[in-house]
């Protein structure tokens, strides 16, 4: 069964940094992307950022570009979301998901349950 769980939010003060977290489990950890993608009340669902393993690409979206790294630990199975400068408009709950093979915008087959961040100003 293909578990993943999210970790490492909270509340942070505008300017602050956050690493979130995502621990895999129930898939082969050498053939697949993650995304990451969040939420924020009244408002639809963003893709922040995404690795796949196969060709190592990192895609990052244009809210979070030049503030966020993704980056993967196969060790650990598990991939980090680094944030920095946070904002106040990065108040979202924040979820990871897995698919085999490539980045993509959607087609995401599993999901974690999400971790709230929420940035004071």
């Known amino acids: 069964e293909v578990q993943l769980v999210e970790s490492g939010g909270g509340l942070v003060q505008a300017g602050g940094s956050l690493r979130l977290s995502c621990a895999a489990s129930?898939?082969?950890?050498?053939?697949?992307?993650i995304g990451w993608f969040r939420q924020a009340p009244g408002k639809e669902r963003e893709g922040v950022s995404c690795?796949?393993?196969?060709?190592?690409?990192?895609y990052y979206g244009t809210s979070v570009t030049g503030r966020t790294t993704i980056y993967s630990d196969n060790a650990k199975n598990t991939v980090y979301l680094q944030m920095h400068s946070l904002k106040p408009e990065d108040t979202a709950v924040y979820y990871c998901?897995?698919?085999?093979?490539?980045?993509?915008?959607?087609?995401?087959?599993?999901w974690g349950q999400g971790t709230q961040v929420t940035v004071s100003s």
């Open positions: 998901a897995e698919r085999t093979g490539l980045c993509a915008p959607d087609e995401y087959e599993y």
């Open positions: 129930g898939f082969t950890f050498d053939d697949y992307a």
């Open positions: 690795i796949s393993s196969s060709d190592g690409r990192t």
